[in-house]
């Protein structure tokens, strides 16, 4: 059996978080792990060449919100991007040094629009708790920006109408979060009060149809459906089936649909399987909703990026045995084109075939290694935990599959891509239906003879699931945790500004609910760990601060209970870096062959320390 090394991981890692058409060009970002981490942001030209656009040195990223937004456009062939080391917008043309747009200073800028010769985005300014936001119209000639909105704590997706009279904006305030309830507002351009269309439920993302109305993906029904919603205040839902045609948002500034030729082209499904689809009918003024027609072709998960133009759709896609690919798609013809070069996946590699499963309820996917019969299997808890797995090819798992482990995705209660009702299961209910619903996977494993032993791992909230786990469970023999949460009431208090109100709906509002943050805390219950853990996390991490591993890492050893704790240099909320990739993943294998009792010569050992913190 042909392993799959770190390396190859760290080279296929992420994916291209934005797509647009321009004129006869596509342009997309990329990761690039061996350049320090850096978004470069590359085109396509009309004969067909692949050429970087952002010149070395520069990173087409923000930390608006922390997770960032929506980060460059193009623009007439040149290309306007915020830069991750200052936070100012740039412009500049292939082959050119970016030329600043904004000035100096600690203001942040994300979720890109241009609109004739003017960026229309939203601007952070503050402290990571104190921030305030607004809408600003910043001029490609370098003139002074301008501040045309700041009516709510939070803002996003600024849309000027076609008759350039009325901007249409997304915002929301605490304690909510966006999945929770937005108000999709507009305003006059000219200036004036802006005035609610839609409130109460969650509104991802809004597109002009004309000067009137607007399409909307929001939720009053429970899924996220597309909404034609007039300037008069009438909504009638295009889509009205039980399926998610928006998500989480958790980075500004993602398109779930795209207007394409007086036609919707959408993305749409479950946590299962997320197709790209064309709504055909959706502009007569009768009731009722819009046929659907599939033109996702083989691809089986479609990402909530995509730019139309004419009779053409680009968006970025992937299956369970294919990378994320840039694809083109000719919504007459069905014809799919892939305009972004492969990602080096080893062709000799037995990749994993995902299989989904529902255990008492909860939502799995299960990867088996190759040969068959019992295995060592590794629970993999995703982040948010407002969020979801989705069932494509990740390297990272085939990293471990290629050496006969076992891996199960377990989109527990709360995860999205399954309606509200089933996002609402962890509402004040985080640290015990997560850890439940994982320990039913690991426990229908075990009881099927799939698993011989089980561990957990998971990032961020992943990272706090598993350690709850690990102390509130005796069925995982170890856990890893990279960059999680230890103790939910110290974390509420030191957060950033968007999520600092996160967990009133996650465990309860405080102090009136204390009680549950001291029962779930993973490091005050460190004693009853059932196993070895092992420690992962950023030293610039600004969403959970790397106290949170180093003080449960030391909570183990006062009670006896091994463990291991690894920093990274100059990574953030996550990794970016092809040296951390490589690290951490070699690793977390080392970790496994201790718990589960297999040699890993491939890897530096690692050591568990015993009991008390050195």
């Known amino acids: 059996m042909v392993t799959i090394r770190a390396v190859d991981v760290a080279r296929v890692d992420d994916r291209p978080l934005w797509v647009e058409i321009s004129g ?13 981490g850096r978004r470069c942001v590359v085109r396509r030209t009309a004969g067909g060449a692949i050429e970087d656009v952002l010149p070395q040195g520069w990173n087409a990223r923000n930390r608006v919100m922390e997770y960032g937004g929506r980060s460059w456009r193009a623009h007439e062939g040149r290309l306007v991007f915020t830069n991750w080391a200052d936070g100012r917008i740039y412009l500049c043309s292939p082959g050119e040094e970016p030329v600043p747009l904004t000035p100096e200073g600690p203001a942040r800028y994300a979720d890109l629009v241009v609109r004739g010769d003017e960026i229309w985005c939203v601007r952070e300014r503050g402290g990571p708790r104190s921030a305030d936001r607004d809408i600003v119209v910043v001029p490609l000639d370098g003139s002074p920006l301008r501040s045309v909105v700041a009516s709510h704590r939070f803002l996003m997706n ?16 605490h304690p909510d979060m966006p999945w929770d309830a937005t108000e999709l507002c507009v305003a006059p351009v000219a200036g004036g009060p802006h005035r609610v269309l839609l409130s109460g439920a969650s509104t991802c993302q809004a597109e002009w149809r004309d000067a009137e109305s607007l399409y909307a993906v929001t939720d009053p029904t429970g899924w ?49 399987e997320r197709r790209l689809g064309v709504l055909d009918r959706p502009l007569p003024n009768g009731s009722g909703g819009a046929a659907i027609r599939d033109v996702g072709g083989g691809y089986t998960f479609w990402a909530p990026t995509l730019s139309a133009r004419g009779s053409c759709v680009v968006g970025v896609a992937a299956s369970p045995h294919r990378p994320y690919e840039v694809v083109r798609v000719d919504l007459e013809t069905g014809r799919h084109e892939v305009l972004s070069p492969g990602k080096p996946v080893p062709g000799d590699a037995e990749l994993p075939t995902p299989e989904a499963v529902t255990v008492d309820g909860v939502h799995a996917h299960l990867y088996a290694p190759p040969g068959g019969g019992p295995a060592p299997y590794v629970v993999f808890v995703h982040g948010g935990p407002t969020g979801s797995a989705a069932p494509v090819l990740d390297l990272e798992i085939a ?46 494993l075990l009881r099927t003879g799939r698993a011989e032993k089980v561990a957990i791992r998971g990032g961020s909230a992943g990272g706090w699931t598993s350690m ?38 996650l465990i309860g509002p405080l102090p009136e609910t204390r ?14 760990a059932s196993g070895p853990a092992l420690l992962l996390h950023g030293l610039e991490d600004k969403v959970v601060d790397p106290a949170e591993s180093e003080r449960f890492a030391a909570a183990l050893a006062r009670h006896g209970h091994r463990w291991a704790y690894l920093t990274f240099e100059g990574e953030q909320h996550g990794w970016r870096r092809e040296d951390t990739i490589v690290r951490a993943l070699e690793a977390e294998l080392a970790f496994y062959g201790i718990v589960f009792g297999f040699p890993t010569p491939e890897v530096p050992p690692l050591t568990l320390h015993n009991g008390e913190k050195e």
């Open 24 to 36: 006869d060009e596509v342009w997309w970002d990329e990761p690039r792990p061996h350049e320090g």
């Open 515 to 528: 009680d549950r943050y001291l029962d779930r805390s993973p490091e005050r219950h460190a004693a009853r």
């Open 224 to 272: 996220w459906n597309i909404h034609l919603v007039g300037l008069d205040g009438t909504t009638r839902d295009l889509t009205p089936v039980p399926l998610e045609f928006g998500d989480a948002t958790w980075k500004i500034g993602g398109t779930f649909f795209a207007v394409a030729g007086g036609r919707i082209a959408a993305v749409y499904g479950t946590a299962d």
């Open 399 to 444: 990293y471990f599959t290629s050496r006969g482990i076992g891996v199960a995705e377990v989109n527990y209660g709360g995860s999205t891509g399954y309606g509200r009702a089933y996002r609402e299961r962890l509402r004040h209910n985080w640290g015990v239906v997560d850890v439940r619903d994982c320990e039913t996977v690991a426990r229908w």
């Open 158 to 173: 600024p849309r000027v109408s076609p008759d350039g009279r009325t901007l249409a904006y997304i915002g929301w305030n």
């Open 468 to 505: 709850a786990a690990l102390v509130h469970s005796d069925v995982f023999c170890g856990a890893v945790s990279h960059y999680g949460i230890s103790d939910p009431e110290r974390w509420a208090a030191q957060t950033h500004d968007l999520e600092s109100h996160y967990l009133d709906g």
